[in-house]
């Protein structure tokens, strides 16, 4: 099954690691050297079959973005 997004941000990136709780689960991702984290539930990442290695595409939502310069 094919999807179209309305999100612009699609980068992908490949699984380094998943650290799960009771029902959260951080998915740690390397997006071409850059590091990015998406906090999920543990039975989404079970659905997606995530597991370190796997090749993602991380689809950012950026609704509220914060830009701060040093003084």
Known sequence: MTMRLSAR??????V??????EATAN???DAGGV???ASITVEA???LGLAE???VTA?????????????
Request: proline share 5%; glycine share 8%.
């Open 9 to 14: 941000n699609k980068i992908p990136a490949r």
């Open 16 to 21: 380094t690691g998943i650290t799960r709780g």
């Open 27 to 29: 998915v740690t991702m």
């Open 45 to 47: 990442a079970a659905e």
């Open 53 to 55: 290695g796997s090749e």
């Open 35 to 37: 590091r990015l984290v």
């Open 59 to 71: 689809v950012i939502k950026a609704s509220d973005v914060i830009v701060a310069v040093p003084d």
